[in-house]
């Protein structure tokens, strides 16, 4: 399956900021997911890094300047500029943010962008003061009112030694920016509750009962989820995986504790998806000292946790509503078991995930599962990355929707 960066034509400014070395990262990326990458530089920027290693990451030629060899043989800032689906400027430097707002053309990168009539996302890097700035501050809210993108720089410890606000934000948080422009926004308007990870179950302070979950494939639909545009509220159980960009995180430990997130939680949905591996069982008693270490065997009584599909499928027949998707965890007659579910908990849809499979279920990045719709229509997906499959996923419940 092809990313949604496949074949698009990104046309990426770099400005003369010290975090130009980290647009290095960001082409290589955009390239790797086959996004075709023009790099521009503006004369500032070609001091800090060199045109060929943008080039050799890009595969493709360098532009520096508006007076280049050629450059006027085939009009290359009308051409640059006609051909973009996207202008991404990472790092903009105030110098460069003064330029646009201001509509100045002398240079190659501020002309393609006046040039240009696709969306323009600015990325700028700079010291807190020259941040913060009165004059930079109203050039960005010129900016903004033009309709260009201007995301906000990260918090830390600058280069210059002073630390606030001004650094170049994270490759992983530009993406999901990049990604949402470019995605079709079939999700605005819905809001939309994802649980997701493993619960732990505690015997006793130090021990638990838990399962392999690690929340790859919840995080997954939120992040693509909240891209496609909807509002996403993500209830998770213990994971080591960093939240998605503008997802609501509500985190729970017990299977007890994601219950009553999710009942609190449901009322506000449109569309309720259970990714998480709720332990079907708990300790009946939980112990309020560890448990000493003795050579007799003990037994704990496990009593049941709630199915908290099943109610949210039960409530869904008065309601009719959310529309409700569940994951089924299987390692033998997958289809079966999945139907089976479907009906009994009054579903949507169900994801039936092999756990046993190579590469796919627990704590992998990829998966293979099958859908199964309330007309009972079947899907077989192929191996897919988690986030793919959360595309596919979405796809089916857009149709659903309709
Ligand atoms: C070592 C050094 C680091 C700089 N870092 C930044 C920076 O991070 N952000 C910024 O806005 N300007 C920075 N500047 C200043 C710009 O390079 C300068 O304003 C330049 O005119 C920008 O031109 P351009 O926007 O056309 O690339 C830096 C200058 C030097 C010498």
């Not at 392999?212 to 509220?233: D, F, P, Q």
């Not at 033998?332 to 169900?350: M, Q």
């Amino acid at each position: 399956m092809k990313t949604l960066l496949a074949g698009k034509k990104i046309l990426f400014g770099i400005s003369g900021s010290i975090a130009a070395y980290k647009a290095a990262e960001w082409v290589r990326e955009l390239a790797k997911a086959e996004a075709e990458v023009t790099v521009v530089m503006t004369d500032a920027a070609t001091r800090f890094v060199s045109g060929l290693t943008f080039a050799s990451l890009s595969g493709r030629r360098v532009y520096t300047g508006m007076f280049e060899k050629d450059a006027g043989e085939d009009m290359t800032h009308i051409s640059l500029a006609k051909e973009s689906d996207l202008v991404v400027i990472a790092p903009a430097t105030a110098q460069t943010l003064a330029k646009l707002a201001h509509g100045f053309a002398d240079d190659l990168l501020s002309t393609l962008v006046l040039a240009s009539n696709c969306k323009v996302l600015l990325f700028p890097a700079m010291n807190s003061n020259m941040y913060c700035h009165v004059a930079t501050q109203a050039n960005i809210a010129k900016l903004l009112e033009y309709g260009y993108e201007v995301i906000e720089p990260g918090q830390g410890k600058l280069a210059c030694g002073d630390e606030g606000i001004g650094r170049l934000i994270d490759w992983q948080i530009a993406r999901e920016k990049i990604l949402s422009i470019l995605a079709v926004q079939d999700l605005e308007g819905q809001t939309i509750v994802i649980s997701a990870g493993p619960t732990w179950e505690s015997f006793d302070p130090a021990r638990l009962l838990s399962n392999r979950s690690s929340g790859k494939m919840g995080y997954a639909l939120a992040r693509v989820a909240r891209r496609r545009g909807a509002r996403v509220i993500l209830v998770s159980g213990p994971s080591a995986i960093e939240p998605p960009p503008e997802v609501e995180v509500i985190n729970v430990m017990s299977g007890e504790e994601m219950h009553k997130g999710m009942m609190a939680q449901y009322k506000s949905a449109d569309i309720v998806v259970m990714a998480a591996a709720v332990s079907d069982y708990r300790p009946g008693k939980t112990m309020k000292q560890k448990v000493k270490k003795s050579n007799k065997s003990i037994e704990f009584e496990l009593v049941p946790n709630p199915d908290i599909l099943k109610k949210l499928g039960d409530k869904k027949k008065k309601a009719n509503r959310p529309l409700l998707v569940g994951f089924a965890a299987e390692s033998t007659e997958h289809i079966a078991e999945g139907r089976r579910k479907l009906k009994e908990k009054n579903l949507d849809l169900i994801v039936i995930n092999d756990i046993i499979g190579k590469n796919t279920g627990f704590g992998t990045d990829t998966n293979q599962v099958s859908l199964i719709d309330r007309d009972y229509q079947l899907d077989k997906l192929p191996l897919l990355s988690k986030e793919e499959c959360a595309e596919m996923i979405w796809d089916k419940v857009v149709k659903l929707l309709q």
